[in-house]
Each structure stands twice: as structure tokens, then as C-alpha cells.
């Protein structure tokens, strides 16, 4: 469920219009124009689900946890980061505050809750080309490092910090080559390797907005790793595979595809067309922030986007009131320097790999293994008795 009509809204709800309208009004529902009807609205279905799920009054247990997998209430405690008033949080501290004047080592520092942090690349990469493929070049050396580190249990916080350093300079040599200088921190060993060195400061800020994210699928993977004790470069590669699915990290690329077909017919046009084949509009609006995404305010206010991307972002608000997510902004920033089209996915990969550690070594402190249960919805169970009877 994407979009759905009043009617299917009001039957979900069992409300009367003008209480759906009024959470309409309150940011709770969003909407967009019924594209054969601009007299119509459509409503995000998630919304409208999310809000009937609160109305239910008292839930089973089965019907709490399922809500929960999907954007719902909190089910992990954790002390690295959250969604509070619209803004995301690192340990109590604004992102985009931090993303001011941080960077992705002194992020680091904050959420590891460690002294200093040095993502050196190894020697053995000095000279390598930038590779055409940074996520598989990624999955290869995590998966080296995978079949041979040591497991986490029973090591220090700080033997695990440094371990935790390496693996990042790891990952960060295979997906941008060894020909920038590993002693650099990270945003300009970036800007070097991809001969941008305008974009350092850009790099910088979106590496910082990008670091956490509360449980999302790729920590919550990195996490469930980690909980049964694999080595720290196993946890990375879940989180690296999952970042890498078109609803999470890759999201970037559907945007980069529709700025190339609104460069060849038209911003307009482009967005219509999209919205007529039933898919949803990639990089604009977030469930958790119904307010707008503030990583993609922060960093879109830090350069002007092409004029392609500005007509994008038009021709978007004329279909409803979506603002462009923190994966718009990623692909108006490597569209504005120049930068490789991977961009995008090596600089969500690099930033978040410091949040998946961090989740992964508060898990290992917590000394818990992560093991839900399913809700079996299969054909029903045939006992011996039953067989022989038939």
C-alpha cells in the first residue's frame, strides 16, 4: 500500500471526513493530488495505517510487534541516537548542529565513546585506481577480514575500537582506491580520490548527517550480527548487503535515473510519467519525519542543486507536499560537482559503517543475542495422528 483514496482512508480509520482532514492539517497524513483528479486527494497509506493502528485501543501482543517492524514504536533501547521533534540526535546532540563543524572521525569519537579515531588506510592499497564498482570492491575486503578477525566476545571496548578503526580505513581504501592520502581525514581523502576538492566540506557535512540513523534495516543487521558474536567485519558486511536494497541505501540511484530521463523530456513530464506508472516518486518524504527530512535541509541550504534538480523538485511539489529527502540531496551533490555516480552509496556506506559499529558494540556490551520469533501464517500443522487417519 502506497496511496490510498478517501474512501479506503475513512474504512481504515472508521472516522468521519473532517477527522481525517484535521489529521491531515496536523502533518499526521500526507497527500498528494489524485493524478487523474486534481480535485482529489490521494493519502500516504503507511500514515493512515500507523495512525489506525493507534486508534485500535488495546492490541494483542502479535499485533504490537508487528507494527513494530515497519517504522513503528521502538522496540531496542539504545543510547546512539533517535528522532525527536522533527531532528536527529547523536547521543543528545543535534546532527545538523554537529554537521557544522564535525567530522566523521570526532562523530566517531562521540558515538564509540572513545579518545581518538584514525581511519588510516592499509599500506598494502597505496596506488590502487578508484574501482568501478566500490560495493562489490567493499564486500571483498570485509569478507577477507570476516574469515579471519576474532570473534567480539571477551575483548576490550578498546582493543574492539581500534579493531573497529581499521575495518572503516578497510572499507574506505576499497571503495575510493588508494591513490588519495590515508593520513587525511576521511571527507578529504574523498575529495581527493574523486579530484573534487571544492566538495571537501560538502563530503564532510553528509558524511556527519549520515553516520546514524536509530535501528534501520542495515543496523538492525549489523546488530543482530554482532549480538551472537561474530567478528566485527562480519557485522559490516550485514549492514554493507542490506544498505545496499533500492527502498534503503540505493535510493539515490532511482533519483539519478529520473534526473536523466527529465534532462531528455522534461522535468515535468519526467515526474508525471513516474507517478502514471504507479510507482512512487524516489527521494522525497520520509515516515519518520513528516516535517521534512533535516539532514537534506541541512545539507541541500549548503549549495545551489542544477537547474535539473530544481525543476525536479518543482514539478514534485506541484503532485503534493513531499520535500526532497537527505537521498535527493546525495544525488543533487554529485550532480553538482561532477562526482561518480556511485557517490551516493560510498558516502551513505563509509558515514553509516561508524553508526553500525557503534550499535554493534553497544550490543556486545549488553552480551544479549537477538533472536525474534515468527508469527507462523502457514498451512496448518499435520500431526502423525492425522495422517494416519487419512
Not at 538492525?220 to 550480527?225: G, I
Not at 537547474?307 to 503532485?319: F, K, N, P, S
Request: charge should be neutral; charged fraction near 20%.
Amino acid at each position: 500500500m502506497s496511496w490510498i483514496t478517501s474512501e479506503e482512508a475513512l474504512a481504515l480509520l472508521k472516522v468521519q471526513p473532517q477527522t481525517l482532514y484535521a489529521n491531515v492539517s496536523r502533518g499526521r497524513i500526507r497527500t498528494r493530488p489524485h493524478p487523474q483528479d486534481v480535485r482529489r486527494s490521494l493519502y500516504h497509506g503507511e500514515d493512515v495505517k500507523r495512525l489506525a493502528g493507534r486508534h485500535a485501543g488495546r492490541r494483542s501482543v502479535a499485533d504490537v510487534a508487528t507494527q513494530t517492524i515497519s517504522f513503528g514504536e521502538p522496540v531496542l533501547a539504545s543510547g546512539l541516537s533517535t528522532i525527536a521533534d522533527g531532528r536527529l540526535w547523536y547521543r543528545g546532540e543535534d546532527a545538523a548542529g554537529l554537521a557544522e563543524r564535525a567530522s566523521l572521525e570526532e562523530i566517531a569519537r562521540l558515538l564509540w565513546q572513545v579518545g581518538r579515531v584514525d581511519f588510516a588506510f592499509p599500506p598494502t592499497v597505496k596506488g590502487t585506481p578508484v574501482p568501478a564498482n566500490p560495493f562489490e570492491a567493499a564486500l571483498l575486503a570485509l569478507a577477507r577480514r570476516a574469515s579471519h578477525d576474532f570473534p567480539t566476545g571477551g575483548r576490550s571496548h578498546a582493543v574492539l575500537c581500534r579493531e573497529a578503526a581499521g575495518l572503516v580505513g578497510t572499507m574506505a581504501a576499497a571503495m575510493l582506491g588508494g591513490g588519495a592520502d590515508g593520513a587525511l581525514p576521511l571527507h578529504q581523502q574523498a575529495a581527493q580520490a574523486w579530484q573534487a576538492p571544492d566538495a571537501a566540506d560538502l563530503i564532510r557535512r553528509a558524511l556527519v548527517l549520515l553516520a546514524d540513523h536509530e535501528l534501520n534495516a542495515s543496523t538492525f543487521a549489523a546488530r543482530t550480527a554482532a549480538s551472537t558474536g561474530a567478528p566485527l567485519a562480519a557485522g559490516l558486511l550485514a549492514g554493507l548487503g542490506t544498505l545496499a536494497g533500492p527502498l534503503h541505501g540505493t535510493a539515490a540511484v532511482s533519483m539519478q535515473a529520473l534526473a536523466e530521463t527529465a534532462r531528455r523530456i522534461g522535468a515535468r513530464r519526467a515526474v508525471h510519467d513516474w507517478l502514471s506508472r504507479g510507482h512512487r516518486l524516489p527521494a522525497f518524504g520520509h515516515p519518520l519525519y513528516p516535517g521534512g527530512d533535516p539532514r537534506a535541509t541541512a545539507l541541500l541550504a549548503c549549495f545551489p542543486c542544477s537547474e535539473i534538480y530544481e525543476e525536479i523538485r518543482e514539478a514534485v511539489a506541484e503532485h503534493g507536499d513531499e520535500p526532497p529527502n537527505v537521498d535527493f540531496a546525495l544525488a543533487a551533490l554529485a550532480d553538482r560537482h561532477g562526482l561518480p555516480a556511485s557517490t551516493p552509496f560510498t558516502l551513505f556506506a563509509l558515514a553509516r559503517s561508524v553508526g553500525w559499529i557503534a550499535h554493534m558494540l553497544e550490543q556486545t556490551a549488553r552480551g544479549s543475542l537477538i533472536r525474534p520469533r515468527a508469527h507462523y501464517d502457514g498451512p496448518p500443522l499435520t500431526t502423525a495422528a492425522s495422517v494416519e487417519t487419512a
